[in-house]
């Protein structure tokens, strides 16, 4: 699943960002997360270091794991938020494939939803790129 999002999140990737899978995110000194799917500045993802500063992510996509459940939806985009990662996105797999999409309030601290996609929909957002993904391109077949 994560494969998939991200080859059709690199397709339609502007030149100053780059889309990349389970790198570290450095929220703070003392706390590291591992977004499965990450979008950096590219000027970060050529340094090679394979770790980020929270600064330098522009979306951060979870997938939820049975095992780990209340840490994808709840502690880690609270996290992704309260560092300052203007995007998440939330992808269910449990009914099938169900991508909810988020931006920050920066007043708040905290993510809004900003679309919810499932089905045979496709993924449509301006932010942080102008995004159209069909979910049928991206879901496994086993979904």
């Known amino acids: 699943m994560a494969a998939f999002l991200t080859v059709a999140l690199a397709g339609s990737c ?3 960002l780059f889309v990349s899978q389970s790198n570290e995110v450095e929220l703070t000194s003392d706390r590291v997360y591992i977004p499965d799917i990450l979008v950096v500045r590219f000027e970060a993802a050529k340094s090679g270091r394979g770790k ?3 600064s330098d992510v522009v979306l951060a996509a979870e997938i939820v794991s049975p095992s780990t459940k209340g840490t994808d939806r709840v ?4 996290g992704y938020a309260h560092a300052g990662i203007p995007h998440f996105w939330l992808i269910e797999t449990l009914n099938g494939l169900e991508i909810t999409t988020f931006e920050l309030n920066s007043e708040t601290r905290s993510y ?3 679309g919810f996609f499932s089905g045979d929909d496709s993924i449509r957002v301006e932010q942080p790129w102008s995004i159209e993904i069909a979910l049928a391109s991206v879901r496994p077949r086993n979904l």
Not at 75 to 78: E, G, L, R
């Open 14 to 16: 502007p030149d100053h």
């Open 52 to 54: 980020f500063p929270a």
């Open 75 to 78: 502690t880690k985009p609270t």
């Open 112 to 114: 809004e939803e900003t």
